[in-house]
């Protein structure tokens, strides 16, 4: 029996998106039928995956270790099953790349009038932008400088600082600051032009309180002698607060109220000549938060309130709510927010829903900059449906996926259960069926069940046993279970269910009956092949019939007085809608076997006769015996005469018991299970004769005269005489 059935290629990759980080590792998977993964292939952007120690594969699973730039894309996984092919894809997206620095300028030291030129260059992701600053204030805004920037193709940004006829006031240290949402990379060195002493103006200085301040004295010039930092008539440092560096840099460790005020930076030369530029300092205060909190067990419909108070920081102070990074306004989503004077902000939920659920953020702004404090508002939230499973059929081999997913806080756990069909049992007061497994994150495989991580029950290559009864239920302790239970049925394709086997014999000119019986789901259609082809019916000749159940249909053939060309190879076809399946049989016609040919008589003796014939080589069923016949000339035949039975292989014997000079009439047949041959030509022999076996008989003497006797007798016993007699012998004496 042959059974075909073809279904569609099952095929997913998953995850089917990620975003991964330069430097980490990716794992792609490719799911399919048990049947179809030695198939597997996988191509990046239609392309086959580059040869490269980083990327292994391992038929179903891709991994790609250290990702680098060029490792992301679209990932295909295509399966081939004889003619037909299927493919699933997966993207691979860069995440955020803090910002690298490619190639850096470098200290220059020259005289005035050149043209000098500056040049960063970076890459990350997203694509940064670079920023220059000369003593850590902006460029100059002369027509002198000259800045440009663009991105290569590769995603390398290049920015430059061309400076034309470069004069002394335009020495100092220069930046390129390189920064993304990821991070920031910054890059400084000097230029030296030859000249006397030189400062820039000092535009107003700002620093936070309780940060570090840091200057650069905007001096230029070279060479210089020194530079010092000044204030209120004081050298600097004169607080262990204070570090100054040679190169004019400026460094207030802790900022504090009184750091507030004026800040002269002079530079010399070794002739003496200095230069001097002063720039006010104005210390800012940032509002600082009072931390608040919510309750741990709030539920819904209950209320909440959180209350932003801001214990210091410089008027005006803005004060804003965000849920989620998103700002909130009064009244909406049924949040309310109410400000307090200058400094307090109240945010109140009467009605605690859902959507509630989030990281409530106030953000407080003055001048000198924002501080933000956030709680997460957790509202305990019962098990509720976002994919509710269903029930499914499918064919047998076929892979099936139960999608269940459902929402709630804290996050639901996930049990998939197969239910038996009876005993009940009685848990929290409902009626449950006893489950016959039970899958879990604890136990999320058994057989081919497995439980998904997104609650999905995937089942591998279904049989008629998996057909039944699942639940999916989730619990994450708020309220009841929620739970749903659903039905798989699997549509079979026809199967056979014959008590014929193999061979099936028949009888020359007797009746042949074929029997079919197949079971599966839908309307199954039945059909008779011979020898390959469709086998047609003949009116009083053969004829079909069926028997139709509830899930299985009797197709009979009836061939009627069977002869030789009704033997063959028999098929019976059953299809449905979900596959169809082949049945075959070897129909044989038995017959007797033909007439053993070319009989001749090889060698006669008086008593016996040698006789050969040519055996039948073929013969169903077998020849078991040959038969010799004999008679004598006179005789008629008789069934079981005088015959010799030998073995169906010999091909010569010699049959005794004969009689001298006796004609014979020969004959012989092969017979199998069925019979004997029909009768083929019968031989005529004489046998050789012998000297007579008995004397003559009925003497008789009659006197006739003195001298002379007349001496009678009859002939021996015919079946003595063995042969044509010659002549007598007559012998006589006198008696005295």
């Known amino acids: 029996m042959t ?170 240290q220069y930046m390129c600051l390189v920064a993304n949402r990821a991070g920031s990379v910054s890059h400084s060195a000097r230029l030296n032009v030859y000249g006397r002493p030189h400062v820039q103006s000092i535009p107003e200085m700002r620093a936070i309180v309780g940060k570090m301040f840091r200057v650069i004295c905007p001096a230029s010039g070279y060479p210089l002698e020194k530079i010092v930092w000044t204030k209120d008539g004081q050298k600097l440092p004169f607080d262990r607060r204070h570090l100054v560096f040679d190169n004019g840099t400026l460094i207030i460790s802790k900022v504090i109220r009184k750091d507030t005020g004026r800040y002269f930076c002079t530079a010399s030369n070794r002739q003496g000549t200095s230069a001097s530029q002063s720039g006010d300092l104005k210390v800012l205060v940032p509002p600082t938060i009072n931390h608040f909190s919510v309750g741990e067990h709030l539920r819904l419909s209950q209320r909440v309130s959180m209350l932003c108070s801001i214990t210091d920081g410089d008027l005006p102070i803005s004060l804003t709510w965000y849920r989620n990074s998103e700002p909130l306004s009064d009244g909406g989503d049924g949040i309310s927010l109410t400000q307090i004077g200058d400094y307090e902000s109240v945010l109140r939920i009467d009605d605690l829903k859902p959507q509630h659920n989030a990281n409530f953020t106030c953000v407080a702004k003055n001048s000198a900059g924002i501080t933000q404090y956030s709680q997460y508002l957790r509202v305990k939230v ?70 998904l991580i997104n609650g999905t029950l995937y ?21 009841e279970p929620l739970g749903q239970v659903v039905h798989l049925k699997i549509n079979a394709p026809p199967k056979f269910e014959n008590s014929h086997v193999g061979v099936i014999t028949g009888r020359m000119e007797e009746a042949i009956e074929l029997q079919c019986v197949a079971s599966g789901d839908d309307h199954i259609s039945m059909t008779w092949r011979k020898d390959g082809r469709d086998y047609l019916t003949t009116p009083g000749k053969s004829r079909t019939t069926e028997i139709r159940e509830l899930d299985k249909v009797t197709s009979k053939l009836r061939i ?9 190879k028999y098929s019976c076809l059953a299809s449905n809608a979900f596959g169809k399946s082949n049945y075959g049989m070897d129909v044989t016609v038995w017959e007797p076997p033909p007439t053993p040919s070319n009989v001749t008589i090889m060698d006669i003796l008086s008593r016996s006769v040698k006789v050969s014939w040519i055996g039948v080589e073929r013969s169903t069923p077998a020849i078991e015996r040959i038969v010799i016949q004999w008679k004598e000339q006179s005789e008629n035949w008789y069934p ?68 002379s006797l007349e001496v009678t007798w009859d002939d021996p016993d015919p079946k003595l005489i063995h042969g044509p007699i010659v002549r007598y012998n007559l012998g006589y004496m006198e008696y005295r």
């Open 640 to 707: 079981e005469g005088k015959q010799n039975i030998l073995p169906g292989v010999m091909s010569e014997t010699t049959v005794q018991g004969l009689r001298p000079w006796t004609v014979y009439h020969l004959r012989v047949f092969a017979e199998n299970q069925l019979g004997k041959s029909k009768e083929g030509k019968v031989l005529q022999f004489v046998t050789n004769g012998e000297k007579p076996g008995g004397p003559p008989r009925n003497l008789r003497i009659t006197g006739l005269t003195s001298t």
């Open 459 to 479: 089942i591998r290559k279904v049989t008629d046993t998996d057909e039944g009864s699942f639940l999916c239920e989730a619990e994450n302790g708020v309220n």
């Open 382 to 451: 019962p098990p509720e449906w976002v994919t509710k499973p269903h029930d499914l059929e499918a064919v047998e081999g076929q892979d099936v996926f139960f999608h269940c997913r459902v929402s709630g806080v804290p996050e639901p756990m996930i049990v998939w259960r197969k239910l038996a069909n009876e005993a009940n049992v009685r848990t929290n007061g409902n009626r449950r069926r006893i489950p016959l497994l039970e899958l879990s994150s604890q136990r999320p495989v058994y057989r081919n069940y497995k439980l």
């Open 3 to 172: 059974l075909s059935v073809e279904t569609n290629i099952v095929i997913d990759v998953v995850p089917s998106e990620q975003i991964i980080d330069i430097g980490r590792k990716a794992r792609l998977e490719c799911l399919t039928e048990s049947r179809d993964r030695d198939s597997i292939h996988w191509k990046k952007d239609g392309r086959d995956l580059p040869s490269h120690n980083r990327i292994l594969t391992n038929k179903q699973t891709l991994q790609i270790f250290n990702l680098q730039r060029e490792d992301y894309g679209m990932y295909q996984c295509f399966v081939r099953r004889d003619t037909y092919e299927a493919q699933a894809s997966s993207e691979l997206r860069l995440g955020d790349a803090s910002p690298v620095l490619t190639y850096r300028f470098i200290d220059q030291t020259l005289q005035p009038g050149p043209l000098v030129s500056l040049k960063c260059t970076s890459r990350g992701s997203p694509t940064p932008g670079i920023t220059w600053s000369l003593n850590g204030f902006p460029l100059p805004d002369n027509e002198r400088f000259m800045m440009g920037q663009y991105v290569t193709v590769h995603g390398d940004v290049i920015s430059h600082v061309n400076i034309s006829d470069v004069q002394v006031q335009d020495g100092g």
């Open 560 to 568: 009627e007085n069977a002869n030789i060309n009704d033997a063959g």
